[in-house]
């Protein structure tokens, strides 16, 4: 079992940069691959990005992909999400999640563990 804490959100002006952490509990950190998803009001939570367990690999949605970087620290048991040139559209809670054992998925139903989410809100 994984639990996740996500830090970092805020208000920022379109245009800037936030970095997003995940800090997770544990020993078997290393076992996880690890997602980050966002929930905008009104709206289902939809994929981000994902990384595999080493790092070695990672996905990201079209709508992030070139703005946002995924990685992870294994020593730390972290997981991070930087994200570049935020736009209003980028504005939900954000939710880091984990996958036992397994590759990445792009959906919900496919992570085990999930954090509390954390807010992040772009004017423009």
């Known amino acids: 079992q994984v639990q996740l804490v996500e830090s970092g959100g805020g208000l920022v002006q379109a245009g800037a940069s936030l970095r997003l952490s995940c800090a997770a509990s544990?020993?078997?950190?290393?076992?996880?691959?690890m997602g980050w998803f966002r929930q905008a009001p009104g709206k289902e939570r939809e994929f981000v990005a994902a990384?595999?367990?080493?790092?070695?690999?990672?996905y990201y949605a079209d709508s992030v992909k070139g703005r946002f970087t995924i990685s992870r620290d294994n020593a730390k048991n972290a997981v991070n999400l930087q994200m570049n040139s935020l736009k209003p559209e980028d504005t939900a809670v954000y939710y880091c999640?984990?996958?036992?054992?397994?590759?990445?998925?792009?959906?919900?139903?496919?992570?085990?563990?999930w954090g509390q989410g954390t807010q992040v809100t772009v004017s423009s």
């Open positions: 999640a984990a996958r036992y054992d397994s590759g990445t998925s792009y959906f919900v139903s496919g992570y085990d563990y």
């Open positions: 544990g020993r078997t950190f290393r076992r996880y691959a």
């Open positions: 990384v595999t367990w080493s790092g070695g690999s990672k």
